[in-house]
């Protein structure tokens, strides 16, 4: 006869462990080794049966589902007779539950080897009994996870026309060669991001965006989604691809001509010509009309002399420079004749194909980092480094025949802002994969919140805190903004692959706004994920903590968010002003008379106290609220800039003290714009289902926004009390019913298993 628990009641003694083990779902390898020990040491087993235990723990083969019910329901039943105190007690109820099969007094012996076990696996058995199940129900504690949605048809709908691509790439790195670590040693973590980037490159993804006669196939959407979806794997890997095929080849791409082309494109591509990006320097990060490194052009010669004048104008943190790079897109002033002619971009060799430095070249390692220890970041400096003249990247602006200077383009300023336009996809892919590992957290914190058991009823089974309202509010706006996030950024990587010359202006500003929006977004939604996990949280494997310190320099480079943000209001007040000047007398009037009239049918006091549940859900509500926030603000700011100059203040004093205001210009705009892409996306949505799921994110997205401006919007006299009360209300009801949907939702966003983590990958699964 088969062993098992029903016919071999002495092994029930054991049961209560072996489940709290899989139930608890969080016991370390190492502790379910303590259990294999205790039960290979007990005399009273046979082999026979200390074989069928260890099965039962075998952490690599967890039980089924089923299986788990089946011990579930002994216990449930020994629960209703008996009142043990104890697992040990407990094990002993099972076992007799149906009849008196063991006396409990043969076993009294092992009682102190059982509670040596328990305090081994980190076990406090009155705790635990504490938990396991009983009759009391509660709305709490029914609450659970349910698939109301089909998961890959929202999946698709997130990855939308790149879906094949995404797929693609998603089971590259979900394969074994791109499994991840946590290396400390910087050599070895360098030169393995070095291998994926080259496995990557000879799939042909690295040249992705550059023309197909050059070994591309001129998809730059492609490259952003590969970008993307990259994100969900090691950060390094991300910024090193970038650095070597966004940056460095882009720039060629972007700013040089046929020539550059056929010279470097399919080498770039193949990675068979490793570059850099050399743009910042030491006391010029965001400001790059400020730059100091020349390039002196040699007429008699037909060269340029690369020089960094100062030691504060050596380019630092260039991806790419301390190890592997062997030429720099090098941006520094052009100087004919003693007169400068603003930035320029030059291809400048670094090293030779032994890695050695070039004469005049001097670089140096950053180190460590706080993270993207992956990325080979150096400080270059230049003396008297001479290059060929086809070395300029001569798209807007060369050197003639004749030694002079020759534009397209006339004004300076214009030429400048044009040129570095061509490099706004570098501010469309760092937000994207900011979003990536946004996401990647959510799935983390949101999967092993669903499954992690503390607290509950009195005598009542723990409850997963995923079903606490207080930890539903730490985690499902931001669910909900990384639905509306992505959806945005969509549309920002259509504007821009679909772009006119007249959209430029919109695009960079959308560019730098979502850019910085969604990296301070990654910035605190990860640190809530990092919380909400706990300890587990802390674990380096678990990976939220290599997400945040990657994470961090986002919002840093590819312009200072705060800096992008003063970008994106200048442009607002710019747009304000150009509306007015092509405005007459009457159309003015017009536009004042209707503003006062959407003014009194906003603020009467039926709209500002309306807490009825269909108008805070009204999508005209939101948007209405929304462009009300954004106009005001922009409005007040341009009538303040104006009093401050009139009162005698300097234009950049009084930007100076503008900066706080011109910050919330910037986020009142990108919310505006979040909302209407999210609120389109689902106008589009035929599915019915998909619909409603996608309809409640975004009613808690919008709500919750309006929550966090509360207070503005109270000062304003725009909301009173009782109507901002209910929208906190709301909101915490939204969480409540997205709760039930939130494991669903991180499932399709299909991050590889390989890249979550093993507070979530380790879950117990349904036997196939």
Not at 133 to 143: E, V
Not at 433 to 440: E, N
Not at 454 to 478: A, D, K
């Amino acid at each position: 006869m088969d062993i098992t628990f029903i016919n071999d009641p002495k092994l029930c003694l054991l049961l209560p462990y072996i489940y709290v083990a899989w139930e608890d779902d969080i016991m370390t390898k190492k502790e379910f080794g303590t259990l294999h020990s205790f039960i290979s040491g007990q005399e009273w087993l046979t082999k026979a049966e200390k074989d069928f235990l260890k099965q039962k723990i075998d952490y690599d083969s967890p039980p089924s589902r089923t299986e788990m019910s089946q011990w579930k329901e002994m216990i449930n039943r020994a629960l209703t007779t008996k009142s043990p105190k104890t697992l040990f007690e407990l094990g002993f109820s099972v076992a007799n539950t149906e009849r008196d099969a063991i006396d409990e007094a043969d076993y009294l012996s092992a009682v102190p080897e059982f509670a040596a076990m328990e305090a081994s696996m980190g076990i406090m058995g009155t705790q635990v009994m504490a938990g396991l199940p009983n009759d009391r129900d509660t709305i709490t504690t029914r609450y659970s996870t349910v698939e109301s949605f089909n998961i890959s048809e929202m999946a698709a709908l997130l990855d939308g026309e790149q879906g094949p691509l995404i797929n693609s790439v998603r089971e590259i790195i979900g394969s074994k060669e791109f499994e991840l670590g946590t290396t400390t040693d910087t050599a070895a973590y360098r030169e393995l991001v070095m291998h994926w980037c080259r496995l990557l490159a000879e799939k042909g993804l690295g040249a992705y965006a550059y023309p197909t006669g050059h070994g591309g196939r001129n998809d730059i959407e492609g490259y952003f989604a590969i970008m993307e979806t990259l994100s969900y794997h090691d950060l390094s890997l991300v910024i090193k691809f970038g650095v070597q095929f966004g940056l460095w080849g882009m720039s060629i791409l972007s700013l040089g001509t046929e020539k550059h082309y056929r010279k470097y494109l399919k080498q770039v591509g193949t990675l068979e010509l490793p570059g850099c990006f050399a743009m910042t320097e030491t006391h010029h990060g965001s400001n790059v009309k400020g730059i100091e490194t020349t390039a002196t052009y040699n007429h008699a010669g037909r060269t340029f002399t690369i020089c960094t004048p100062t030691p504060f104008a050596r380019k630092e943190y260039i991806g790419n420079a301390a190890v592997h790079g062997e030429m720099a897109t090098v941006f520094a002033k052009l100087i004919i004749d003693g007169h400068d002619y603003g930035v320029n971009a030059f291809i400048v060799p670094i090293r030779d194909k032994n890695k050695n430095t070039l004469p005049g070249i001097t670089i140096e390692d950053c180190g460590r980092k706080m993270g993207l220890n992956g990325v080979d970041n150096g400080i270059i400096s230049f003396t008297n480094v001479v290059i060929p003249y086809e070395n300029m990247l001569d798209r807007f602006a060369n050197v003639n025949e004749q030694g002079e200077f020759e534009s397209p383009i006339p004004s300076d300023n214009r030429r400048f802002f044009t040129m570095l336009g061509t490099l706004v996809g570098g501010r469309i892919g760092i937000p994207q994969s900011a979003l990536s590992a946004a996401k990647t957290g959510l799935a983390i914190a949101i999967q092993y919140g669903d499954k992690r058991r503390q607290f509950g009823p009195e005598n009542g089974r723990e409850v997963p805190v995923l079903n606490y309202r207080m930890h539903q509010l730490r985690l499902m706006p931001y669910l909900a903004k990384a639905y509306a996030l992505h959806f945005g950024l969509q549309y920002l990587t259509k504007r821009f692959v679909n772009r006119k010359e007249d959209d430029m202006q919109e695009i960079e500003a959308l560019a730098a706004g979502m850019k910085a929006y969604t990296t301070w977004n990654t910035r605190n939604t990860l640190q809530e994920c990092r919380e909400a996990c706990g300890g587990k949280g802390y674990i380096t494997e678990n990976r939220i903590d290599s997400l945040k310190n990657d994470t961090e320099i986002y919002t840093t480079f590819e312009g200072d968010n705060t800096v992008l943000m003063q970008l994106v209001a200048k442009y607002c007040l710019k747009e304000a002003r150009k509306e007015f000047g092509e405005m007459n007398v009457s159309t003015v009037l017009s536009y004042f008379l209707e503003k006062a009239k959407t003014g009194i049918t906003e603020k009467n006091p039926f709209a500002t106290r309306n807490t009825d549940e269909a108008h805070l859900k009204d999508p005209q509500f939101h948007q209405q609220a929304f462009q009300y926030r954004e106009k005001e603000l922009t409005a007040s700011a341009a009538r303040r800039f104006k009093k401050l100059v009139d009162n005698g203040l300097d234009a950049f004093d009084a930007a100076n003290v503008m900066h706080p205001h011109m910050l919330q210009v910037a986020y009142a705009y990108l919310d505006r714009v979040f909302l209407e892409q999210f609120a389109e996306k689902i106008s589009t949505c035929e599915n019915k289902i998909l619909h409603e799921v996608l309809t409640r994110l975004y009613n808690l997205f919008a709500l919750h926004r309006l929550e966090e401006n509360k207070g503005w919007y109270l000062e304003q006299g725009y909301m009173e009390g009782p109507k901002t009360k209910a929208i906190q209300k709301m909101v915490s009801q939204l969480c409540w019913e997205i709760r039930q949907d939130a494991v669903p939702l991180t499932h399709a966003f299909h991050i590889p298993k390989n890249c979550l983590a093993p507070i979530v990958t380790t879950r117990i699964e349904e036997a196939s």
